[in-house]
């Protein structure tokens, strides 16, 4: 397929799968910006969080929480920046063509001292009040 979240969808495909769900799965970031850097993803593929059933918005945002509650034992962080990709180009309603971003939701942890994004799409500042281009989740 042309989406890296649909391939990774398929079971048997664990290579970055944490945890996968009815709905939703939570896999590791190929490129992080930081250690830890989760995304949490519809199984179906969707733009946007307005074409979410119920019950994937639901499982979507359990296992957002699920994320930053590891996020936390694991690395003890200052925050977590939760931030959402999605393509709202179109029609919510109609089936996404491939090629266009699937929806997926990043879950980051953020130490005091590390680059902190204001969003994902956005610019970023750091403790000294400097730009830098934010890359894309």
Known sequence: SDCVFCD???EGRDELVLVRGTHAFII???YPYNNGHLMVVPRRHVASLASLSTAEAAEVMRFTQDAELALHEAYEPQGINVGVDADLRGSSNEP???GRLQLNQCVVQVKSNEVQWTRCDERSHNTEGNTTPAPSC
């Open 8 to 10: 990774a969808a398929v």
């Open 96 to 98: 996404l063509p491939a």
């Open 28 to 30: 590791l970031n190929l």
